[in-house]
């Protein structure tokens, strides 16, 4: 039986705010953004990916303090260049850190405007073998 990871709530204090920070500057599609008297709920999605990030004001994602989600993980192909991307869309992000010069040692960071903190790992192979083929994107609307 396959268990997938697909939704991380992410702690925020400003909707609004979020949503702008994960789309505009770090790229995530936007889902979904739900709105009515019971809830606001937004769904954001990085490019290539299966796992989606939930911002808004269900229970659960009221019982956490905003910005005190730290450890969350993305990777990509070349840091450098996603790093770059970032630093271009008005992110700061720390400097490039290879820790093992092994496919999968190098790493920066960033943080959303409430401090969650985010670490970017690059593995090159994904560039050949990604999660998610290109071809299969199309079903998950990236």
Known sequence: ???TLEVVIV???DIDRAIAFYR???GFALDHHTVNEHMTV???TPPG???SIV????????AMTPGTLHGLQLVVA??????RELVDRGVPCSEITAFDERDGGTFFGFQDPDGNSWAVQQIRARAERPLIPLEARATFGG
Do not use: E, I, K
Request: charged share 15%; glycine share 6%; net charge negative.
């Open 78 to 83: 070349d840091a450098a260049a996603a790093r």
């Open 55 to 62: 911002v808004g004001t269900l229970p659960a994602q009221n």
């Open 49 to 51: 990916s299966g796992c």
């Open 42 to 44: 937004a769904q954001l």
């Open 1 to 3: 039986m396959d268990w």
């Open 11 to 13: 702690p925020v204090s």
């Open 24 to 26: 505009d500057q770090v």
